[in-house]
Each structure stands twice: as structure tokens, then as C-alpha cells.
């Protein structure tokens, strides 16, 4: 199934705006799980298990695997995805931009070696860099807008011609990037006027929203300024907050609770 149905049909079924990320770092795992060979995947894949029917995405960032080589383990932990939970996307962020030959390459080990159904990009180096992945119409592209470390503002806050360098992003994408329709942005959760401008300008066009939880974002200024007119339109990630959400062996139920607590927060703000 295309991404954006994927993502259309999780938004419904679960009723949840809710992204997994899927960030491991060892030195929080549990007891049980520290040392163990495939201690990454068993971690990541029993966080999946507890929260598959309350996310409408995952989001492996794949430095997180990169850094400890568990590619292989991200490889595996995608198709397990895929194979017991199918109608729930995953978006590798990786934040790929480079020359259009070396973007191939980066579509292919996205989309064929990760399976993944969407991935994230820096628009930084313009068209040729994204059109690769644009032409993926099956694959969502989520690109960097306005994002939520406080460093945003140093460049995309600069101003263009009277403007901010973000809503040109912003307009560029929606305008003229967008032609399969299989784009998404990246807004973070810690800049909610700015990310009222961005929904101003895009329409419907899908938010992956970063920065709730562990970096302070308010889940009702996200939903009241980044949501369409049909209440949803939103992806908003929590990793940190619902992965290391417990410390014991029942780390996962932890997790669980996390997750339902976001996702019914978000809900209350949605229906308000
Ligand atoms: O602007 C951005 C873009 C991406 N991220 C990524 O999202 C998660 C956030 O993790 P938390 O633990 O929920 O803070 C992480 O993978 C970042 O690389 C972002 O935070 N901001």
C-alpha cells in the first residue's frame, strides 16, 4: 500500500496521531536486556508489540542503529513491522540530501535494503537532490521545515525577500514538490507559531511533528495549530518519552501506558 493510505488507514483505525520513534540507546535498556547479543532488536521489537495498535507510524532514526552497527538489527526490526503489524508505516529518519546520482543510492538503501515507507530529507540542497525519492509516488518524503532543536532559527528563521527561510520551504513543497502528492514536512513541537504558519500555507499536506516529551513540546498548542479541518493531518512523535517510559522488566507495558496517555491527550485536544 502507498504511505499515505498506510498512514490514512492507521490515523482511522487506531485513532491516533501518535509516532513510536524508535531511538535505542543500551544504556537505558533494562537489567534483563543489557549485554544480550540481539538486545536492540528485542527491545525495539517487543516496544513495537506493546504499541502497534495505538501509533499511526514508527520512526526508526537510523543513526541510533548506525552508531551501535545494528543496521542489520533496523533491517529486521522494519520487516517485523511489516509482517505482524501491516497497515502501520515506517519512516526512517535519516535526513538524506546529496547530489541526485548519490541520492539513488539513498533511495535504494531506504526503500529496498530498509523497506521502509517513508523517509526524511533535508531540502537544503534543492530538487535534484529530493527528485529521486520524489519520484518514489508509492513512498512518502517527509522534508525538514522548521525543526525543533533550539538551533532552528540560525538558518531557517533567516529572512528571504520579507519572509522566513521555513515558510518557503514550506510554500516550495507544497507548490511544486508535491506533484505525486506523496509529500510530508517536518515542524517541531516546540515551535507552534511557526508551525500555524506552515499548516496556513500547505493545506492538508501531513506534519511529522518531533518534540513532545523529552524536549518539552505542548501537545495542545501542536493539535490546536497543526491539525486540517478534518482533525488529523498529524504524525506526532514521541520516542524518548514512551520508549525509556520504564526500567524493569516490564519496560514495554511502560511504554504502552506512554503511548496511550499520548495518544488520548492528543485525542482530548482534537476533539476540543
Ligand atoms: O526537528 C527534528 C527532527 C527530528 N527529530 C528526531 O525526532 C526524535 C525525537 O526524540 P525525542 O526523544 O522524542 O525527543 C529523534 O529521533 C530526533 O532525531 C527531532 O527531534 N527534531
Given at each position: 500500500m502507498h504511505f499515505m493510505q498506510s498512514l490514512q488507514t492507521a490515523w482511522t483505525r487506531n485513532n491516533s496521531l501518535v509516532c513510536v520513534g524508535l531511538d535505542p540507546e543500551p544504556a537505558k535498556f533494562p537489567a534483563h536486556l543489557k549485554?544480550?547479543?540481539?538486545a536492540v532488536f528485542e527491545f525495539c521489537a517487543a516496544i513495537v508489540d506493546a504499541t502497534a495498535d495505538l501509533a499511526c507510524s514508527f520512526k526508526p532514526q537510523i543513526a541510533h542503529f548506525a552508531a551501535l552497527r545494528a543496521e542489520e538489527a533496523l533491517e529486521r526490526l522494519i520487516a517485523h513491522i511489516h509482517a505482524k503489524?501491516?497497515?502501520v508505516p515506517v519512516i526512517l529518519d535519516a535526513k538524506r540530501g546529496d547530489i541526485g546520482s548519490t541520492a539513488q543510492h539513498y533511495v535504494t538503501e531506504a526503500?529496498?535494503?530498509?523497506?521502509?515507507d517513508a523517509v526524511t530529507l533535508n531540502?537544503?540542497?534543492?530538487r535534484d537532490s529530493a527528485q529521486p525519492f520524489l519520484d518514489r509516488a508509492d513512498k512518502g518524503v517527509i522534508l525538514l521545515c522548521?525543526?525543533?532543536?533550539?538551533?532552528?532559527?540560525?538558518?531557517?528563521d533567516l529572512d528571504v525577500g520579507g519572509k522566513p527561510l521555513y515558510q518557503h520551504v514550506a510554500r516550495l513543497i507544497a507548490q511544486e514538490w508535491n506533484t505525486h502528492g506523496n509529500c510530508a514536512l517536518v515542524t517541531g513541537a516546540t515551535y507552534p507559531e511557526q508551525l500555524a504558519e506552515v499548516r496556513a500555507l500547505i493545506g492538508d499536506i501531513p506534519l511529522l511533528v518531533p518534540g513532545i516529551g523529552a524536549q518539552g513540546g505542548d501537545v495542545q498548542a501542536v493539535v490546536r495549530n497543526g491539525r486540517t479541518a478534518a482533525g488529523a493531518g498529524l504524525m506526532i512523535n514521541s520516542s524518548r518519552a514512551i520508549l525509556y517510559a520504564g526500567s524493569g522488566e516490564d519496560f514495554a507495558e511502560a511504554a504502552r501506558t506512554a503511548a496511550l496517555d499520548l495518544r488520548d491527550s492528543i485525542n482530548h485536544y482534537r476533539a476540543s
Open positions: 549485554g544480550r547479543p540481539d503489524h501491516p497497515g526503500f529496498e535494503r530498509f523497506g521502509a531540502p537544503y540542497l534543492g522548521h525543526t525543533s532543536n533550539p538551533g532552528a532559527a540560525d538558518l531557517q
